[in-house]
């Protein structure tokens, strides 16, 4: 990579040694072990690790040695930007941009937001690392409220590896692999290098379909189709856990006339290995990643060329160092074109120029190919030239015009109940309620919708938008107006929530 965590170690060695404590926050459990074992291997100093994987005793046991200061680090994910540290000294936010960082439900919060509140308030450096910044923190960096320090070359001899767009109008697939992706896959084969195959999807494929009559396998709970994972021969929705069966006649028509529409990894895998039967091919999501240890292990075996084919989603586009993939293969980068959310393109570039980093980060060239239906659209372009900056460039001026973050705070509202039409009526009180809140006139409430999504788990949704450019008065506007609401005969008819700077618009 750039060398981003040679400048986190640097950093965190000269924090140690002059007698403070750094806090390391990561985004995933799976980069924990390989983060940790740089460390001890440079610090030699004591570290504290806190993440979901551990058991409470583990947990309490790191949160006291926080605490006491008797860890020099402190590594962890989202919820450890709020352990307590006796002498704090720097934070570091390893892949800022990571959407992983939000906690989405209960006590909902940003942990890089956070993280950047207490090193303003411990008087103390905070450093955010990504090749792929947030357009919030590029926003701040141009308006020069944060500082901008660029790595713009690999670290060693490492060159950025060739970007090639595939168009898959002009290509024939077979179970979502061109002959341009399989031929470059044998080439790496033959030279004893690996690859990586991603594709964004778990499961087997995301729909099953009647070719006579139409019909497809719906989630009985939820506005979504279930995916078919054919090992354990089950239908799934992958949004509330619901599983069935999977069948094996159409329940609509009668006939044997199914058929799984789409790949997912469990499809690709098997293809895989069907086209090289002598390769050993693993593949790593979540439905085959258990504890963190496990992990770690599979991660391993990756690292040390016992995998020729590596095929995941994600979870393998985030900050991992394979020193032998030298070719990654996208099988469909188009998801994040078709997003009703606004973040949407944004996020298919990051995750595209993250899993893209993962190819030749050593001496041997890498190589990555992109399949996309969409090959005029000018983020390929800009993919190609490794050009994120220009990227950022354009989609800002856009968010500006359009009057959408970072340039206006965005407050989304969101109503459930398992009786269809409560959100709704509960969201249109609400937005009568804040016509007559102080501060009215510096924000714009935008009518109610149903979600996206509007029923999911048993549960009917919908959602109020309130934006402003003013940030005191839209604080101060919130402030007054969810008091009322929560006083208020019509909050208890609902489950409602209030999201400030959503990550997420459904």
Not at 183 to 190: K, L, T, V
Not at 227 to 233: A, E, F, I, Q, V
Request: charged residues 25%.
């Amino acid at each position: 990579g750039s060398g981003k965590t040679e400048v986190y170690l640097d950093c965190v060695s000269r924090t140690v040694s002059g007698g403070r404590q750094a806090l390391v926050l990561v985004p995933e459990i799976s980069l924990t072990p390989q983060l940790i074992a740089r460390f001890e291997a440079r610090l030699g100093a004591s570290l504290a690790v806190l993440h979901s994987g551990l058991t409470d005793a583990e947990r309490h046991r790191a949160w006291w040695r926080a605490r006491d200061g008797s860890a020099a680090v402190v590594m962890g994910t989202r919820s450890a930007v709020f352990a307590p540290l006796a002498r704090p000294g720097v934070i570091v936010v390893d892949e800022e941009h990571d959407l992983s960082y939000k906690q989405r439900e209960g006590f909902r919060y940003h942990a890089r937001d956070i993280a950047v509140k207490r090193a303003q308030l411990a008087d103390v450096p905070v450093i955010l690392g990504s090749a792929t910044p947030s357009l919030e923190s590029m926003a701040n960096a141009v308006s020069g409220r944060y500082g901008h320090l660029k790595l713009k070359s690999r670290a060693g001899s490492a060159k950025m590896p060739r970007v090639e767009i595939l168009d898959v109008n002009r290509l024939a697939l077979n179970d979502g692999l061109s002959a341009p992706v399989v031929g470059a896959i044998r080439d790496r084969i033959s030279c004893g290098e690996q690859s990586l195959v991603f594709v964004n999807r778990r499961g087997f494929s995301p729909v099953i379909v009647c070719t006579e009559c139409g019909w497809q396998a719906l989630c009985p709970r939820c506005d979504a189709r279930q995916t078919l994972h054919r090992r354990t021969g089950r239908v799934i929705c992958h949004h509330c856990g619901s599983q069935a069966s999977a069948p094996v006649k159409c329940p609509q028509c009668r006939t044997a006339s199914l058929f799984p529409a789409g790949e997912g990894t469990q499809r690709v895998e098997e293809a895989l290995v069907r086209t090289f039967p002598k390769a050993r091919v693993m593949r790593i999501d979540s439905d085959v990643a258990g504890p963190a240890e496990e992990i770690a292990r599979v991660l391993q075996a990756v690292r040390e060329r016992e995998v020729d084919i590596l095929v995941g989603t994600q979870m393998l586009s985030k900050g991992h160092d394979f020193a032998g993939v030298t070719l990654v293969c996208v099988l469909s980068a188009d998801q994040g074109l078709y997003s009703l959310d606004f973040r949407g393109p944004e996020r298919m570039f990051q995750q595209l120029a993250q899993v893209s980093g993962r190819a030749g980060r050593r001496e041997s060239p890498g190589a990555v190919l992109v399949q996309t239906a969409h090959p005029e659209n000018s983020a390929f372009a800009r993919l190609q030239q490794h050009d994120f900056a220009g990227y950022a460039k354009e989609v800002l001026m856009e968010r500006e015009a359009a009057g959408y973050p970072p340039y206006v705070r965005f407050a989304l509202m969101r109503a459930e109940s398992t009786r269809a039409g409560a959100p709704m009526t509960f969201l249109r009180s609400a937005a009568l309620a804040g016509e007559a809140v102080a501060y009215r006139k510096a924000v714009e409430i935008i009518a109610p919708v149903p979600s996206p999504m509007e029923r999911r788990a048993g549960r009917f949704r919908a959602q109020l938008l309130v934006r402003s450019k003013d940030e005191h008065q839209f604080h101060c506007f919130l402030e007054d107006w969810v008091q009322g609401i929560e006083s208020s005969r019509d909050a208890a008819a609902v489950r409602w929530s209030i999201d400030v700077d959503p990550q997420e618009m459904y």
